[in-house]
């Protein structure tokens, strides 16, 4: 899916888009959906704060159900017991009922929605300016300085 919606390109193989995206980081780890040995899978590691980037909303049924599938679902749930930052994105529209349920449900649990949908006081020009203002009001969400956009009243 990655390469798909970063690089418009459904054939590169796992290794060029990870090659890809984690060109020019230091100090990332990628672990597989699996791998419920990372340090995300359990409340005993110090994780400050956790985003889903997108958010489908597959994923927000599984979580709001306490089901735990893959790493993500797992990591999530690990966030909601341990009373942590969880972000959620959710990528999709219309919502349905069930949709919006199960939101409320992980609203009430302690997670924070936030929608993929950027201001436009701040006159975007760009689409990285429209990507920036997500971005930014995640980081605000777990903690992390920035200055990704233009704050209001600036």
Not at 20 to 37: I, K, P
Not at 42 to 65: E, L, N, R
Not at 95 to 103: F, G, K, R, V
């Amino acid at each position: 899916m990655i390469a798909t919606e970063l690089y418009g390109d459904d054939t590169l193989s796992r290794d060029e888009v990870l090659g890809r995206f984690l060109d020019g980081t230091d100090g990332v780890a990628v672990y597989s959906e699996n791998d419920y040995s990372a340090p995300y899978a359990s409340g005993s590691a110090k994780v400050d704060a956790y985003v889903i980037c997108p958010c489908s909303m597959a994923t927000v049924g599984t979580i709001a159900a306490g089901a735990m599938a893959n790493l993500v679902h797992r990591a999530a749930s690990v966030a909601l017991k341990e009373e942590r930052k969880l972000v959620l994105v959710p990528r999709e529209t219309p919502l349905s009922t069930i949709h919006l349920e199960n939101l409320l449900r992980l609203r009430n649990a302690g997670a924070t929605i936030l929608f993929a949908a950027p201001g436009f006081y701040n006159a975007p020009q760009t689409i990285d300016d429209l990507i920036e203002f997500v971005v930014g009001r995640c980081l605000d969400h777990i903690g992390i300085e920035n200055k990704l956009t233009r704050r209001w009243g600036q």
